[in-house]
Every structure is written in structure tokens, then in C-alpha cells.
DNA sequence: GATGAATGAGTGTTCATTCAT
DNA sequence: TATGAATGAACACTCATTCAT
């Protein structure tokens, strides 16, 4: 992990805000520069080219999440008891954080959208993410309901990232306008269902 | 509704799939009139500027969805007799209409990412969608469920919308590799939860 | 052979004098564009790219020195008969021609350092002048001096062209400061050995 | 003369190959930092500007070629005896030292296309280098053939130059491919001049 | 002596747009 | 309706040069 310089740092900060709000192909190194307080030519003492500087910008947005989704599933384990309280940490922090978090505004946005010379490795990069989302998401199930069987249990995998990108879309699009209600939804119908499975179980 | 000219038609066709795949920034009237089969200058005979053919393209992206979304609720309002079934239809054929229509892809990106000086513009007229499609599955709801509550009624209207959500991003992401999966255990857990609801009703 | 319009005429014509007194890196397409008054985006009506120019240029020079040479050879075979004339037409007026002939100045600076990208055309491409012209020379020789054995012939073929390299690189070096008399010597002992060689078959 | 440090020679060095390989204005500080293993400002330290840097290139180059052309006929000054071989040296070692060394390509190139800035003052310096040639040549033709008349001296001085013209020419242009067969013929025609300008003044 | 950072000027190129034809 | 030509503005990027460290 190498150590940036002060002013790239500034740039990828003022970067991340601006490549989310106009896209790869909105943004001008003019515009990044200027909210930097510096001239254009100088951002290329820091990244090679505009290319170089979105992907530096990617990578912090896709290592701040993994690092996030980690923490919260960490946070969870010590926890968690209930089947439909898995992931929930996870989904609940993930609402509040957007609006705070340029890196997570950006990495949607950019992941919807991609530019098309950067798509494929900002798609495999993503896919590797949300890999682990899933991973995380069935550890966290299996744990607290380990009595599923393995269709339900994949069932269950794939309806909770299903809510997961219903919620991101939410907050893209209308920035969390109805996102409360939306959320309350989808994990009630869920935590109906695994009320169902459960009881059946018993 | 004014008719347009077959050029103008023609032009709006290769538009579309050219605007939904490099979005607007990325998007070049040159490349358009080229696959147009003319020349730059000439778009400007049927549009009086980029925002303009952008915005008829996305005119026309609007109205096919309404009358798809219209078309389905109507026949399914012919069959549909459980409440697990509401809103069925339009979901089983969006899926498979996305790979078929660029004007969904179109719409789906646009909304999504719009362009800057556009974006109120884009996101009114998509609420707007949205509410129709509200309005639809509620009554579809309604008329198969009559004895659910206010405030479970809602809940199911926000679960659906979410449901289509985030099949939609399905479809933009990954082109809908994991769609049918991800499509069946969300159903899942909408029917599950329906079908306690109808338990307890009765 | 497509026809040219006159803006691009006009462009060509300012572009192989700044040329060939800048070089192509020396070059800027904004000083072009200025001499051929107009704006330097306007350029690129009319062609693709600076190398796109810089071809354009060197192949109407290249054609000129083929016409050139030809006409000087075919006026010399009409009037030619002692083996000391034979390639003194081509040899007089190239000098005058320099001058005179802005193409002629950029087809020899361009040969001598070309743009790194293009060197492997350029040098192709005036490789194929040079043989076109070590032929004419040798039948010309050969027709007034039909007695020369081959490898008699082949040597001056070879002064015959290191004469013209010779003269040519006054013309460039010091715009013909010293042409006149090295000229003079150059053409004396060629003729003192075609001398001595026809006295000898004598 | 001042001494330069070690790595302003390292500099120089790495600087001379890519001039005459790209020009003057195709060069590029960074590329020559680069090769001298070291960053762009840090060449600041050795020179004062790109000028500088190109003008101590030129000068080294001269230097070397003067003494060089000093050697050859110093050499010759011991050895020769008959006219056809004044000069023959310098002629022969020239051809072999072109493609060893940088400063000579150097030389040649920048002479017969000098960027516009320095135009004048290398054109001084070399001609200042011809007419020692000049003289030289002079020198040694009048030692091997005293009884030359002086417009004939005069004539073979310029033929001789000529000669040397051509070769350069040869040498830069092609990397020397016809270089043999033509400085042969050259020579042969050169030699059965003075054979007989001999033959007659005997 | 060497360098990272910065910068004004300038590069070739693309853009959406206009206009006479 | 269609187009060739033109253009101002903007683009990403490179340049030689400066300066504090």
C-alpha cells in the first residue's frame, strides 16, 4: 500500500464527488483541478492520465466498502441471534452511509454506468465484491439458522442481495426518498418468510 | 403528437441503443449520423439540438413502457385470480423484454445516471412512471386480496416496486445473468409472506 | 485521383512551405491554419489528422518530382547525343527548380529527417523515386553511349546519382550558395571520364 | 574549456543519440532525463535551458568532427603520394566512423535541418568546418600535384567537397546501404579526371 | 546535485452548432 | 432534406521551466 502525496489525496477526494455527480465522461481534469486549487497540468504529477486517476478513485471506493462490509458483518457475529436479524447490519448501515459517503455514491454510479473502455475491470472488480456480500450474507444465516436446507438457504442468499440492490437503487435514483418504506418491505416480506421456514421447521 | 419524419424515426432508432449503451456525455451526434446513415449536420434537420433528440428518445422510451406496463395489467387482469399472481406478469415480461428493447435499456440507464442540465426533467417523468406502476399493482393487489389491511397493502405495494427495482438492476449490471434466480426467490419471499397474511386472515 | 477542394488546395499550398521550413515536429497546426486563414479545428474538414496532412503533402510532392523528372527526361531524349549530356537536363533544372519549388524543398527535408511515425513510408515511398530515376539516367546513357560495357554503365549510374545527392544537398545546406561551382566540377569529371572511357573503346 | 561533471557528460551523452534521432523539436527533456537516469528538472542543474543542452551537443559534435578531419589528413600528410588518393582518407574513415558514432549523425542531421532558433549560428560553425576541409584537401592535392593549374585545383576542391556531400547524404539517408558502389564510382570518376589532367601536362 | 510539485503555454483533436448552398 | 465547411469552446495531454526542499 503506497503512501499518496497530500495533494493527490485532495484530488481523489474532490475526484470521487465529481466523477459521481457527472460521470466519467461529465467530468473534465479541468473541473477536478480546479476544486483541488490547483491547474490541470498539475494532476498529472500525481496520476498518469484520466484513466489512471478514476481508477485510483475506484479502487479506494471498492476497498472502503469491502473494509465497511466487513466491519459490519464483524460488528454482527457478536451479535446476531435471530435468522431475521442476518445481514440486517449490513442493510442498515448501508442506507445511512450513502449520503454520507462520496466513495459509495461514486462506486454505484460508477458500477450502473461504467465507462465503456474501463467496463470490464470495473465490472470484475464489482463482481468480486458482491461475491463477497454473498459469502458474508450465508455465513451470517447459516449461523443463526443453521437448520435451512440448501435450496432455502440459496434462496435466501439471493433474495438478500436482491434487497440489497433494490435499496442502492434507491438511493440513486431519488437519493433515499422512499428508501425507509422500502426497506421495512423487503425485510418484513423476508422475515415473513423465514417465519414460514422456520415454523415448518420446528 | 406530431408524426416524424422516416429519418427522424430512423435517427431515434440507432439513438437509443447508442445513447443507453455510452450514455449521454459519451454519446456523439457524429457517431449517431453515422449510423444514421448521414451526416452530422443533418440530424440538425429533425432536431434542433443534442438535448432534443436525447429528450425525444426518452419521450418515446416513456410512452412504450406505459403501454407495456398498461398492455400487461390488462391481461393479467383477464386471468389473475391469487394474490401471489398480482403483478406477475409484468415482471415475468419485463425480464425477458429488456434484452429486446433498447428504449427499456435506454430508460433504465437514463434514469439511473441522467444527464446533469436534463436530470429534473428525466426524474419527474420517471416518478411519474413509477406512481402508474404503483397505481397498477395496488389495484391488481386490491382486486385478488380485498381483505388485506391498509397498512399491509402498502407494505406489499413497496415490496413489489422493490422487487421490480432491483430486477432492473439485474438487467443493467450483468445483463441479467443471475436474473431468473434472483427473480424466483424474491417472488419467494413476496408469496410466502402473502400467503401468512392469508393465513391469518382467515 | 480525387479532386481536392480549395480550402484543402490552399491548405496544402501554406502547409509544404511551413513544412518544410519547420519540420513536422516543428510544425504547429495552428500556424497552418493561420496562414491558410482559418481556424485550426477547420483543418480537420478537410483532413484527419496532422499525419493525414503531412501525407497529402508529400504525396503531391513526390508526384511533382515524378512529373518532373519525367518531363526532363523526355525533353532530353529528344535532343540528346553525346554521353555527356545524358542526364544534364534533369541535372540544370533541378537547380533552378529548387528555388522555386516549395516541394521540392520539403520532399528534400522531409527524406533527410523524417518524422519519426512516417519514416518507414517516406523512405519507401523516395526509395522508389530513386530508382525511377537511376533508370532514366541509364537509358538515357545507354542510348548515347550504347559501346559502354555493363559494369562501366553501372558506375556511372552510381556517379550519376551521387552528383545529384550532391547537388541536392547544397540546395538545402546553404540554398545553393555554392551550386554554380560545385556543379561545374562534379559534371566536368563525370565528363572526363565518360571521355576517357569512349576514348578508350576507341 | 571548462570541465563538466560526470553527469553532464552522461547527459550529453545519452543527449546526442536522441537529437540526431529525433531532432530538435521531436525531442523531449523527459526522454533524455529518462535515458540519463535521472528526472527532468534535475537536468536544470547541468544546463540552463534546452538550448543549452543542444548547443553543448553541437559544440562537442564539431569538436570531434575538427579533430577527426584534423587526424585524417595528418595521416594522409605521411602516407600519400599520387593525386588520386588527396583526401581518399578522410573519405574512407568517415564512412566507417558515421555509423560508430553518435556525434557524427548527430552532426550531419542537425546541420542539414537545424531548428529555427539556432539556425544561424550552426550554419555558421559549420561552414566554418567546410572551409577547413577546403582546406585541407587544398593542401594535400597541391602536394600530390603541384603542377595543377589553379581553376583546375579549384575544380577538384569542389568536386571533392561534392563528393563528401554525396557520401554524408548516403550516410544519413539510407544508413549508408549504397554507400560502397557509390563512393567508388565517385572516386573512379575523380581518379580518371586527374589521370588525365595528369596525362595532358606531361 | 537532485527531485517532487507546480504551472503557463501550447499540442493535436473532438464537440455541438451554424450557415450557405 | 441534406451537406460541406467553418468555428468557438472544450478536451486530455505534453512541454520547458521554476522553485522549495
Redesign the pocket.
Known amino acids: 500500500m503506497k503512501k499518496r502525496?497530500a495533494?493527490?489525496d485532495r484530488i481523489c477526494a474532490v475526484a470521487v464527488g465529481h466523477f459521481s455527480e457527472h460521470g466519467y465522461d461529465g467530468?473534465?481534469?479541468?473541473?477536478i483541478a480546479e476544486l483541488a486549487g490547483?491547474?490541470?497540468?498539475?494532476l498529472?504529477?500525481?496520476f498518469d492520465?484520466?484513466?489512471d486517476l478514476f481508477l485510483a478513485v475506484f479502487a479506494d471506493a471498492l476497498l472502503e466498502e469491502h473494509s465497511f462490509m466487513q466491519q459490519c458483518f464483524d460488528d454482527e457475529a457478536a451479535l446476531q441471534q435471530v435468522p431475521q436479524q442476518a445481514g440486517a447490519l449490513y442493510c442498515d448501515r448501508m442506507a445511512q452511509r450513502y449520503g454520507q459517503s462520496p466513495h459509495a455514491r461514486f462506486l454505484l454510479r460508477t458500477v450502473y454506468l461504467p465507462p465503456q473502455v474501463l467496463r470490464d475491470h470495473i465490472t470484475g472488480a464489482y463482481r468480486a465484491l458482491l461475491d463477497q456480500l454473498e459469502r458474508h450474507y450465508a455465513a451470517s444465516l447459516v449461523h443463526a439458522a443453521p437448520w435451512l436446507t440448501q435450496p432455502r438457504l440459496a434462496l435466501y442468499v439471493q433474495a438478500y442481495l436482491g434487497i440489497i440492490d433494490s435499496m442502492q437503487v434507491e438511493l440513486i435514483y431519488a437519493d433515499g426518498a422512499a428508501l425507509q418504506q422500502r426497506h421495512a418491505a423487503l425485510w418484513q416480506i423476508l422475515s415473513d418468510s423465514l417465519a414460514t421456514a422456520a415454523q415448518q421447521q420446528a
Chains 1, 2, 3, 4 share one sequence.
Do not use: I, Q, T, W
Open positions: 502525496s495533494s493527490a467530468s473534465s481534469l479541468s473541473d490547483m491547474r490541470k497540468a498539475s498529472y504529477s500525481h492520465s484520466k484513466d
